[in-house]
């Protein structure tokens, strides 16, 4: 399949390296556009390793392969730019780049090793020295030939190159105590090479694989996964294939912080796991893959503080606790069993953690005193900008309530299968109370509202954020539901392509004002969820259509102009691909 690299990076199951296209000047680091090795250790402050530049041969004169510096970077023998544009696709899991001149096709043997191969152009690996201090390539004398160790203190990593075929040619310029650049250049009629992330030490061996072999072996891993996802219509197949290597290839394994296989929400730039998306990640592979779908729901609970509190966010060198996420968990729980068992150990585990969050937010996020759980900030809710926080937090909003209500239900239920009818009762009890207060003083009207702690004054908006208490079904009162889907069915929300996050009406709306406007895959799904609870089932599989359509056009960006359909931020986010996986198998 063709790919844009510009917006679905290519990378493999496990590993943190990555290629993609980057624009110039990205996030400041000073680069040239252009092809490059990334790295998703530590989110991504400084995730670029190497650019992978491609270089005709018969423009590049009579000075080697790599040439001077300026050379390469300008003109070649001939004062013309040599640097060649190519074509992407993606074969099984083989990245080819074709050119006029020839082509470089690239494949992962494993998480830590990517072979590269070409015939026609030349191939420069610059490493980027000027960005970064301390680093430089040094060589490593072999029996095997020469080999070349990069040394990039930027990125906390180092690379081994090995080179396989073809000539190999260094350039690089030391000064004091590290490199003002290092270029590795590989030519030849045909050249063949392998790099390989060293975490610590290197071991001293070295790739044993053919380029055949080694992605034989990744492709097998690739059909492994996508052949246990659920079949599809033969219309769907192709963007269901790219929403399963989405998925796959977002994966890194385990790491520093990071205790299980984790489905990063990208490995574009969003490359971290948030207390939220990994849930709706969690759900779509339930059905298919369980193991996968429990380390993905439990993830965030690896790092459960004593108070019950699960951080805002991980990789594998950062956690972050400024700020939370919704308590969507017991939603999401109960939506991922009925595709899944649970063993007795998986709700056990379940069942302790949900109950101290809930607890977390009951005890620490009730600043009033009123029963109601209140946002510190935009971002606890997932809804970072929305204008239900256009006033000063603390916060109160009756999506987190009811998020509270399902979580207190489904401990519940665990405990009634663990055999603790008392603990059960408990837990009916919270839910039942909080029901009450939710019906008293999050509505006005019949509609749902946002209020601020203490005074309870409402916060004028016009966000979609606090219809998401739909997803309570038939726990709301008749005259309640009926309001709230008058609104939902009308075009305050619901537009061509689905349900915008503000009002197109709204002065407040952007097209590309993130929560102020744009559709978005969690908020489609949780209203959808709630639609279907309260029997409004055609009204959820025509706007399930409308999403599935959308992101069959656009991608599976981070989230979409609402009114034009486009995608928008983070072209390869996977929430996105995993809510069009969970949509397009249930309504299509």
């Known amino acids: 399949m063709k790919i844009d690299l510009k917006t679905l990076p290519y990378s493999a199951r496990g590993s943190y390296m990555v290629f993609s296209e980057v624009p110039a000047d990205f996030r400041g ?19 670029l390793v190497a650019k992978l530049t491609l270089y005709s041969r018969a423009q590049r004169g009579a000075e080697g392969a790599c040439g001077s ?17 190519c074509e992407s696709t993606l074969e099984d899991t083989v990245l080819c780049l074709q050119t006029g001149d020839g082509a470089v096709r690239l494949c992962f043997a494993d998480d830590r ?17 000027e960005t970064g201090p301390y680093d430089y390539i040094y060589e490593i004398p072999s029996p095997a030939g020469r080999l070349y160790m990069a040394n990039c203190y930027k990125n906390n990593n180092r690379y081994l190159i090995v080179p396989r075929r073809g000539t190999a040619e260094l ?18 009629p045909e050249f063949e090479f392998v790099i390989r992330e060293i975490d610590t030490e290197w071991d001293h061996t070295l790739p044993e694989l053919t380029f055949e072999e080694a992605a034989a072996a990744m492709s097998r891993g690739f059909a492994a996964f996508s ?11 192709e963007t269901a294939r790219k929403a399963a290597y989405l998925n796959w290839s977002s994966i890194v394994r385990p790491a520093g912080f990071l205790r299980r296989e984790a489905m990063f929400m990208s490995k574009n730039w969003m490359c971290n796991v948030w207390s939220w998306d990994h849930c709706f990640n969690a759900m779509a592979l339930a059905g298919s893959h369980p193991e996968l779908a429990w380390n993905q729901f439990m993830i965030m609970f690896d790092y459960q503080d004593p108070t019950g509190l699960i951080p805002d966010s991980v990789n594998d060198v950062h956690i972050v606790w400024n700020y939370c996420k919704p308590p969507v968990h017991g939603w999401a729980l109960r939506r991922m069993r009925e595709r899944m068992n649970l063993s007795r150990e998986q709700k056990e585990e379940a069942c302790a953690a949900l109950g101290k969050w809930t607890e977390w937010w009951m005890g620490f996020r009730d600043y009033d005193g009123d029963g109601l759980c209140e946002y510190n900030h935009g971002n606890d809710s997932g809804w970072d900008n929305s204008t239900a926080f256009s006033a000063l937090p603390p916060i109160a909003t009756p999506e ?6 399902i979580q207190m239900d489904e401990t519940a239920s665990l405990c009634d299968e663990l055999g603790m009818p008392e603990r059960a009762s408990y837990w009916r009890e919270k839910s039942d109370a909080l029901m009450g207060r939710f019906l008293k003083g999050m509505f006005r009207d019949g509609l749902p509202v946002a209020v601020r702690s203490g005074s309870h004054e409402i916060v004028e908006n016009e966000s979609l954020l606090p219809y998401v208490c739909i997803i309570l079904g038939e726990r709301l009162p008749e005259d309640i539901r009926r309001k709230m889907l008058r609104e939902l069915s009308g075009t305050r929300f619901l537009t061509e392509y689905g349900f915008a996050t503000e009002s197109p009406a709204s002065p407040c709306y952007r097209s590309d004002g993130y929560w102020r ?20 089932t055609e009204l959820a599989r025509s706007t399930a ?21 486009e995608g928008l931020r983070d072209r390869a986010y996977t929430w996105t691909s995993s809510v069009w996986l969970i949509l397009a198998l249930a309504y299509c």
């Open 400 to 405: 987190l309530q009811a998020f509270l209500i």
């Open 227 to 237: 052949e246990e996802m659920p079949s599809f219509p033969p219309e769907l197949s």
């Open 545 to 565: 259509r409308r999403f599935v359509k959308m992101a069959e056009k656009s991608g599976f960006a981070e989230n979409f102009d609402a009114l034009t359909g």
């Open 69 to 85: 510096r300026e050379a390469a970077e300008s003109a070649g023998g001939e004062g013309e730019k040599t640097e060649l544009s």
């Open 517 to 536: 406007g744009p559709i978005w895959a969690p908020s489609t799904l949780l209203i959808l969820d709630g639609l279907e609870r309260c029997g409004e």
């Open 113 to 129: 090793t990517v072979y590269v191969r070409g015939s026609g152009p030349a191939l420069v690996l610059d490493f980027l020295t």
């Open 29 to 47: 680091n000073g680069n040239r556009a252009g092809l490059y090795l990334r790295t998703v250790h530590g989110f991504f402050y400084t995730p």
């Open 171 to 188: 350039d690089q310029q030391w000064e004091i105590s590290s490199s003002l650049f290092s270029r590795l250049c590989f030519s030849g």
